[in-house]
């Protein structure tokens, strides 16, 4: 029987070879578990506005990809149903922006997931909630898979 940890890095295996996005941004993942992810993305030249700071769509990108890993973590495909992001602080060329995600709620159907994201001092740069529905289908089946009903 697989155990939760292994589901979630089974999905995160099926999952990463199509995400031409989270890799194109040059993303890489730290870590997932069975609800939770872990993302870093480094700020290029490219992602830096005309204010000198890094545009809002990057950090968002980044805090939207770790909530894509860690809702996506059971075995049961989920896309967002609607997500919030405050920006708390800018991010600046060359930082490293780490975005750590847990599920708050996950039922039968829908979950809720918090995502932070901070640069490499520690400093909180935003905030983002993510809701999630599960739609149909599985990363992979197995009859050993638990909690793959429903």
Known sequence: MLTPEQIAQRCTEIMWPDDHAAQGL????????????????????DM???????????????ADSTFAYA???????AVAAGVDINFLAPAHLGDLLT??????????RSGVYDI???????KLIAVFRGRAARIKGHFFESEETPGTEG
């Open 26 to 45: 040059g993303m890489k993942i730290v870590a997932v578990g069975p609800g939770v992810a872990t993302l870093t993305m480094a700020v290029r030249q």
């Open 48 to 62: 830096v506005n005309g204010h000198g700071t890094c545009h809002g769509g990057f950090i968002f990108a980044v």
């Open 71 to 77: 809702c996506n973590s059971f075995n049961h495909r």
């Open 99 to 108: 975005a750590q995600g847990h599920a708050r709620h996950q039922g039968g």
């Open 116 to 122: 932070e994201v901070t640069n490499q001092d520690g």
